[in-house]
């Protein structure tokens, strides 16, 4: 994503009453999707890929726990109830990571407790859990679908043993389907499966063992996602040592659209450039709100919020997260006020990235003659353009994305 700029970083532990969001935020508060998203901030082991905010039991030591960490959840979800005021009930809820399902079925029943008890779940509200295939069984997904969830989103990665090793992931390769046909069997009517491709070493064959295995699970949502080398990762010294290559471009375009295709004859279609479905209903409407610039509480460690083009981060570290909560404050560890023009920008790169496409009618005239031009080089679908009035990518203009992104808002 592009820096929209603005931020401004609070250095001091804020009390609710300085963060309070102004008015014109809360205006539209309820018109729009609300979710709530909780970031368990646990892993077993740290994937030399990873970036994210996570944290193995002996980098944390005694400084924090999933105990203290639940408890500042709770903390945090009352604040942001009280915050919110007139809050709706919540749309969706996803319980990310980190690895969720290190909390086991109990751990994750009370999460869903703590955002019920705060702001209560609208009638058939979408609740996902993140899962990491090694920490799930048949009776931990008969537990958390006891508990309210029902849709589950399982790391597999690749079905490659070799490929897993580069990307040091544990797993068995087989353990990923067999959890998705326990999460089946146990009720789960909506369950994803995550890959990775383009990991130094996958060869086109591995990524059709991967594609196989996907189908032989019987899913209705997979995402698929280029292996990107962010720094500061354990993947990235690797590279940067010469142990290992950068990602190709070119193979990962082949690959994306061997994906693709694999997916989309099997009638899982794509909705978003990275995401696909076997019908409306498997869509994850939690991850559709944020690219149809909904609203959200992100509750955790390190976790985004956004409420009417108002943006704030919680402090990545657990126990300084749960330090403030107990003392009463807000755990933000920075802000920023999105301007008309970088909410046009946001609009425009998230929305385009959907099936759905963006309504021209939200482009200046320049960005809309950038769009006829665009859909004349079959990067957008020329009538989607001329009868709807709709940018959608075409298929080779999900390859060129971003650039496409730019030439509509130059």
């Not at 990962?252 to 994906?259: D, M, N, S, V």
């Amino acid at each position: 994503m592009w820096d929209s700029g603005g931020v401004h970083l609070l250095t001091d532990p804020t009390p609710p009453a300085e963060l309070a969001l102004p008015e014109s935020a809360l205006a539209g508060l309820g018109t729009r999707p609300f979710g709530v998203y909780v970031h368990v901030p646990f892993c077993a082991t740290r994937c030399g890929y990873c970036d994210f905010n996570t944290y193995t039991a002996g980098e944390l030591g005694t400084s924090s726990s999933p105990t203290s960490w639940l408890d500042g959840l709770r903390r945090e979800l009352d604040l942001a109830a009280a915050m919110l005021g007139r809050a709706p009930a919540v749309d969706t809820v996803f319980v990310g990571g980190g690895t969720p399902s290190l909390l086991g079925a109990d751990g994750l029943a009370s999460v869903l407790d703590a955002v019920r008890g705060a702001f209560g779940l609208a009638k058939g509200a979408e609740v996902t859990t993140e899962s990491n295939p090694e920490s799930t069984s048949p009776e931990f997904f008969a537990g958390i679908r006891d508990a309210g969830y029902n849709r589950v989103s399982l790391g597999m990665q690749s079905a490659a043993r070799h490929v897993l090793k580069v990307l040091d992931r544990v797993h068995t390769p087989g353990r990923p389907i067999l959890a998705a046909i326990e999460a089946r069997s146990a009720g789960f009517e909506h369950v994803n499966l995550d890959l990775i491709y383009g990991t130094p070493g996958e060869r086109v064959e591995d990524l059709r063992a991967s594609l196989d295995a996907v189908l032989t699970a019987g899913v209705d949502h997979v995402s698929a996602y280029a292996l990107i080398v962010e720094e500061g990762t354990a993947l990235a010294r690797r590279v940067r040592r010469g142990e290992l290559p950068m990602p190709d471009d070119d193979v990962l375009a082949a690959y994306y659209e061997l994906i693709d295709e694999v997916l989309a004859t099997a009638r899982l279609r794509w909705y978003e450039v990275s995401n696909w479905a076997s019908s409306e209903a498997a869509r994850c409407r939690h991850n559709l709100g944020y690219w149809r610039g909904g609203d959200w509480w992100g509750a955790g460690p390190g976790a985004h919020s956004h409420v009417g083009g108002v943006r704030w981060w919680n402090v990545k570290h657990p126990a300084k997260y749960a330090d403030l909560l107990a003392a009463g404050h807000v755990p933000a560890g920075g802000q920023e006020v999105l301007s008309e023009s970088e909410r046009h920008v946001e609009r425009v790169m998230l929305e385009l990235r959907l099936a759905d496409g963006l309504p021209l009618d939200a482009l200046d005239a320049a960005g809309a003659s950038e769009a006829r031009a665009a859909a004349r080089e079959g990067l957008l679908v020329e009538s989607e353009l001329s009868a709807r009035g709709r940018a959608v990518l075409t298929d080779k203009g999900r390859l060129l994305a971003d650039g496409v992104v730019r030439r509509l808002v130059p």
